[in-house]
């Protein structure tokens, strides 16, 4: 009982959510002789913003429920609250001081980048401070931390343009302290390896019964609510958890030397969708690397495995942006930008989201979103372009969808990723670069394979019609809109802001 315990730690989970490699619960761990239990907080702030993805939550929950077991399993516990964790904590240390129950002696959880994710982060630590508890937070979520990544000749000047700035993250990634970091990252996959053998030993030796009996009166949310979002789903949730996310690993393995070459054809299965994991923390880019064996590379001579690496350069680029830029979340990064006159036709954006534009690799990759949460990545730039540059929408409308429906759903690179197909961002595509739907489905699905098999009312329609604007009507719905005649207008609208 909680009276001979000496020392223990509590790890805070947020977006680490496993034990292997996990860098602040190892550090629990070791300062405390493995005596740590984990916490997880239901913070209403995230789940009341308004791209709150019912699926995408329903994932987190599948993982969230992986970890308790992994943890059962390793000889600790996962306690859920149903507070934000400044209500949360500051509740279970006035209850550990009215039931006489020790506070813990180290309190540790992995950074955070997101903008309210800092804020909240600081108010947590003076919580501590207050209540004269040790805390220990460290990098996991990223490989290099935003602030190691400066302009050469500056310690506080930032990148803004991906090329210049991979070159600078490669020099990092080669120093002693990555290289450190991801060699213990090897020693995971030993871990992993027994788990998924069921050979994994007892290595914590504390839960939260033998912590405090039964003297908190805490409610273990996490029933409630899995129980009632699962029922509002409305696609498969994929299996989730560390465990998952290693078998993951493995099986991309055979397809990694082929990635540069398959990577942007939708038909086929060339894309590691490693996404769904990085974004709760099952799995990390360190692990990645480590378990790839990934090196740095020349930028101008990439092969397979660097183009591979090169896109896990992009993801950290988006999070060094959106953590030296949070402006970005809600406005253009470059701000004339803000200025643009969208026309927002309602009709054509419902027509957008249900897969019935008329364009079929469109209406293919947004039912593919629609019925399953997740988009082929060059689908999600052809559709980003064409709601941006054809139906001269604001991508905020369609960047709120993406988070809405898609099951890796991620702020950095999601926004990201649509401000540079709507030229509003760091480093986007020229404003009049506007991908051509017809050639973009001619170029990367030739034989109509992915249209046909999301639009199967097309399954017997050659091939070749199927990027032919004046010929596919004959037997799909007609366009909403003529190409062509989008493109001079998308020009004019963007014009007007680079002119002002």
């Known amino acids: 009982m909680s009276q001979n315990i000496k020392n223990y730690g509590i790890h805070w989970f947020r977006r680490d959510l496993r034990i292997a490699g996990n860098p602040a619960l190892q550090e629990n761990w070791k300062k405390n002789d493995g005596r740590v239990v984990g916490l997880f907080c239901f913070d209403k702030k995230f789940l009341s913003r308004n791209d709150f993805s019912i699926n995408r939550f329903q994932f987190f929950i599948e993982t969230l429920k992986s970890l308790k077991q992994e943890l059962l399993a390793a000889g600790s516990d996962l306690l859920f609250l149903d507070q934000g964790p400044f209500e949360s904590f500051e509740s279970l240390f006035e209850q550990f001081n009215a039931q006489n129950i020790p506070r813990p002696t180290l309190f540790t959880w992995n950074n955070d980048y997101e903008p309210f994710a800092i804020k909240r982060d600081q108010s947590i630590k003076q919580l501590l401070d207050t209540w004269d508890i040790s805390q220990f937070s460290c990098n996991d979520h990223l490989l290099i931390e935003p602030e190691l990544v400066t302009k050469k000749g500056s310690d506080d000047e930032y990148y803004q343009v991906f090329t210049p700035f991979s070159r600078q993250w490669l020099d990092v990634f080669k120093t002693e302290p990555i290289q450190r970091r991801i060699k213990q990252q090897e020693h995971t996959f030993n871990y992993l390896d027994a788990l998924k053998d069921n050979k994994s030993k007892k290595i914590f030796s504390l839960t939260w019964e033998n912590l405090c009996g039964k003297k908190l009166k805490l409610q273990d949310s996490l029933n409630t609510y899995d129980q009632s979002n699962k029922k509002k789903t409305t696609v498969p949730i994929p299996k989730a958890g560390s465990l998952y996310a290693y078998k993951c690993l493995e099986n991309f393995s055979s397809k990694l030397n082929s990635y540069k070459d398959k990577r942007d054809t939708p038909s086929i299965d060339g894309t590691s969708q490693f996404s769904f994991f990085l974004k709760n923390g099952s799995l990390t880019i360190a692990q990645i690397i480590a378990y790839f064996k990934l090196k740095a590379f020349d930028p101008k001579n990439k092969?397979?495995?660097?183009?591979?690496?090169?896109?896990?350069?992009?993801?950290?680029?988006?999070?060094?942006?959106?953590?030296?830029?949070?402006?970005?979340?809600?406005?253009?990064?470059?701000?004339?930008?803000?200025?643009?006159?969208?026309?927002?036709n309602e009709r054509w954006f419902e027509a957008w989201k249900n897969g019935e534009t008329g364009f079929p690799i469109v209406?293919?990759?947004?039912?593919?979103?629609?019925?399953?949460?997740?988009?082929?990545?060059?689908?999600?730039?052809?559709?980003?372009?064409?709601?941006?540059?054809?139906?001269?929408?604001?991508w905020r409308w369609g960047e709120k969808y993406f988070m809405e429906t898609l099951l890796d759903g991620d702020l950095a690179p999601n926004n990201g990723g649509w401000q540079w197909s709507a030229s509003t961002g760091c480093d986007a595509q020229p404003y009049f670069r506007i991908f051509n739907p017809w050639s973009q489905s001619k170029k990367f699905d030739p034989e109509g394979l992915y249209i046909k098999n999301f639009l199967p009312k097309l399954k017997d329609i050659d091939a070749g019609l199927l990027h032919d604007e004046r010929k596919v009507s004959e037997h799909y719905m007609t366009p909403i809109v003529n190409h062509k005649t989008q493109r001079e207008r998308a020009l004019k609208m963007y014009k007007e802001i680079n002119n002002a």
């Not at 591979?308 to 950290?316: A, H, K, V």
């Not at 997740?374 to 709601?387: D, E, K, P, T």
């Open 303 to 344: 092969n397979q495995k660097d183009t591979f690496f090169n896109e896990l350069i992009w993801r950290e680029f988006y999070y060094h942006i959106l953590y030296h830029h949070p402006h970005v979340e809600k406005e253009a990064f470059k701000p004339e930008y803000n200025q643009i006159q969208w026309k927002n």
């Open 363 to 394: 209406d293919a990759a947004m039912l593919q979103l629609k019925t399953t949460g997740w988009m082929h990545n060059r689908c999600r730039m052809i559709v980003a372009s064409f709601l941006c540059k054809d139906l001269l929408i604001d």
